[in-house]
């Protein structure tokens, strides 16, 4: 590919805002469910049984999780260039076989900590991964339509599309999306002024899923602490669950509901606490460690929402929005 010169990277950059500008509204569309038919999923999480397999070097979860998707971990061009016109880039190539955390080649994890209930010490263990949100804030926010909602309400980022401007994580309750640089379709473009990588995240094994089969993280569960279902069947059975241990549910309302049911008997506003406890005492300020706030709304809800939405993209996903244009008209100018 021929390098751009200044002037005509300036030429498209004007025509960029222009159409940067309709997809960040939807005026030019976005990904819609795919297929007809299929019944939205949802998924129980119960924390009574979960244990975080205790005594196993990696939760069954995760590594199956890492097994199902192993050949969609991305593989960065080297040398990796920050993101102009910043000094740093997210890279975790390096560091493939990190468990403890959500990353771009691990897309769940289960965090445990000790939560104080009546003056007793409690353990717990919550697999954390996306939570496929009813009306994901992500794919309404991403201006490249790189994130899709299957018909099975599952929700999936296509990295073929995604420059990595982050903006579903900064406008994700959890930040679940993370990024990788040196990847995904900005390569092509202009590296050196554009794009910031890609975003990975799990998609609910969206293909085991609307095959019939069971997810990976739930097939190999020992304890049976995952159940996948049809999301309102997945619903019912949270609230009897929760009735009978006299416990309580997450993410039924949390960011305008999501398909994925956490059961405690533990509150979550206790399980929330304990786990920003946990990463303040080891000083862990990098992404990929969602806590659990209770109640948390949709962002996009009021009008200061969207604008701080905007405000907080980084620079890579202002960038990413000039970027998606200027490949449309590359391709004008090649023809």
Request: charged share 20%.
């Amino acid at each position: 590919m021929a390098a751009l010169s200044r002037r005509s990277f300036l030429r498209r950059s004007v025509a960029a805002g222009a159409v940067g500008a309709g997809i960040l509204y939807g005026l030019t569309g976005r990904a819609e469910a795919a297929g007809s038919g299929t019944v939205p999923m949802g998924s129980v999480i119960d924390l009574t049984r979960c244990d975080g397999c205790k005594g196993e070097a990696v939760p069954a979860c995760v590594a199956a999780c890492r097994t199902k998707n192993a050949d969609r971990f991305p593989e960065p061009v080297q040398p990796i260039l920050d993101y102009w016109p910043q000094k740093k880039h997210e890279d975790w190539s390096q560091q493939r076989d990190v468990i403890t955390r959500l990353t771009p080649y691990n897309w769940t994890y289960v965090e445990t900590v000790t939560v104080e209930v009546d003056g007793v010490a409690q353990e717990v263990s919550v697999p954390r991964r996306c939570m496929h949100c009813e009306n994901p804030t992500c794919m309404s926010l991403c201006p490249f339509s790189a994130i899709e909602q299957h018909a099975s309400g599952m929700v999936e980022i296509h990295q073929s599309a995604c420059m990595g401007g982050a903006k579903c994580r900064d406008v994700c309750p959890w930040g679940i999306p993370q990024r990788q640089a040196g990847v995904g379709p900005y390569l092509d473009i202009a590296p050196q002024y554009l794009g910031g990588g890609a975003m990975f995240k799990c998609d609910g094994c969206v293909d085991l899923l609307e095959a019939g089969e069971t997810p990976a993280c739930a097939a190999a569960c020992p304890r049976g602490a995952i159940t996948f279902g049809p999301r309102e069947e997945m619903r019912a059975l949270a609230r009897r669950r929760a009735e009978e241990i006299g416990g309580y549910i997450y993410g039924e309302t949390e960011n305008g509901g999501t398909s994925t049911f956490y059961v405690s008997k533990i509150p979550f506003e206790l399980i929330d606490a304990a786990i920003r406890k946990r990463k303040a005492e080891e000083s862990d300020t990098r992404p990929g460690r969602p806590g659990m706030p209770v109640g948390v709304g949709n962002m996009l809800d009021t009008p200061t929402g969207l604008a701080l939405s905007m405000l907080i993209a980084p620079v890579a996903g202002v960038a990413a929005a000039v970027a998606g244009a200027a490949r449309v008209m590359k391709k004008g100018d090649d023809a």
